[in-house]
Each structure stands twice: as C-alpha cells, then as structure tokens.
C-alpha cells in the first residue's frame, strides 16, 4: 500500500509545485514548449459539435481511452460509452455549451492542462423548460503521435447554492 500511495504521491506533488493562478503558466524548460494554440482551437470545435448535435465531432476531441468524470455521476471510460451517453441525452435535448478558459498549464511537452468555466444550456426537443448549468472544468489534453491534441481526462462539477441543512 505504501508503494501506492508513493506512485501517485509524488506525482502529484510534482504536478501541483509546478501550478500557479494565472492565464498561462509554463512547468517545462525553454524551448521544449509545445505549441498550445491546437488545444483550444480543438475546444472550440468540440464545442461546435456539441451545438450541432454532431456525436462523432464532439467525440474527435477525445482520446479513445479518455475518462470522462461528471459532476454527481459515475465517471464514463471510452467513447463508446460517451457515445452511448451522448446518444441519449442528444435524442432528447439540444445542448449548448460555453467555455471561459482561466489557465492553460504546459505540464510536459505531451500533456497540457486547461482549466476554467463552462455554461451549459440544455434545451428539451420537446415541450419544457430549458435548464441552465454553471461550473468549472479541467480538461488534460495529450499530444498524439500525430501531433494533434486529444483530451485524456475531462471533468467538472457544477455550482450549486450551499445547502444548510435543517437545525
């Protein structure tokens, strides 16, 4: 257990020193940055393709192994089973989302991180209400072989009113 805990313990603690708050922060040596400009231009296309109700696009954005953690839900590995999701809530509703990037971290020359918030408006196909979502996400982007960026960890949570409970 303890061999456990180091091999994510220190990995953490590497990854956290190097974190700061600001638009952009830079963890590797000079010269060895990659360029980072692909990373949001694929956001923004996903996003595009999430308003489209385009599944394949959306999920273009994404590793095949990618692991999706979504606010107050059980966390989805795979595109098959984020298609199967997408599927879903796609039938029924169309989905719009909008992101605000805060800080885009360069851990490695292969691993980039994007962290911000997002509104998302879901609008039923149907007769109802829209419903409106409001968070923060971390998005860990990975370089491919190819060169293109893909996300490997998406996930977010949503803000809610603090609940106190009953005296």
């Not at 000079?30 to 694929?42: F, H, N, Q, Y």
């Not at 800080?103 to 980039?112: D, H, I, K, N, T």
Request: charged letters at 25%.
């Amino acid at each position: 257990m303890k061999l456990s805990l180091a091999l994510i313990a220190v990995p953490l603690a590497l990854f956290l020193a190097g974190c700061t708050h600001g638009t952009q922060q830079k963890a590797v040596e000079a010269g060895s940055e990659p360029d980072t400009a692909p990373v949001l231009k694929a956001a923004r296309a996903r996003l595009k393709a999430l308003a489209a109700g385009d599944i394949e696009g959306y999920l273009a954005a994404y590793q095949d192994d990618a692991i999706w953690m979504p606010a107050s839900a059980e966390e989805i590995v795979g595109k098959p089973a984020a298609r199967q999701r997408l599927q879903g809530t796609l039938a029924d509703a169309k989905v719009e989302a909008t992101l605000k990037p805060d800080e885009l971290v360069v851990m490695s020359p292969e691993w980039v991180l994007l962290r911000g918030t997002y509104v998302v408006l879901t609008t039923p196909k149907d007769a109802g209400e829209p419903k409106e979502a409001v968070g923060s996400y971390l998005t860990i982007w990975h370089r491919q072989e190819d060169g293109s960026w893909k996300i490997a960890y998406d996930i977010w949570n949503e803000e809610r009113p603090v609940e106190i409970p009953p005296k």
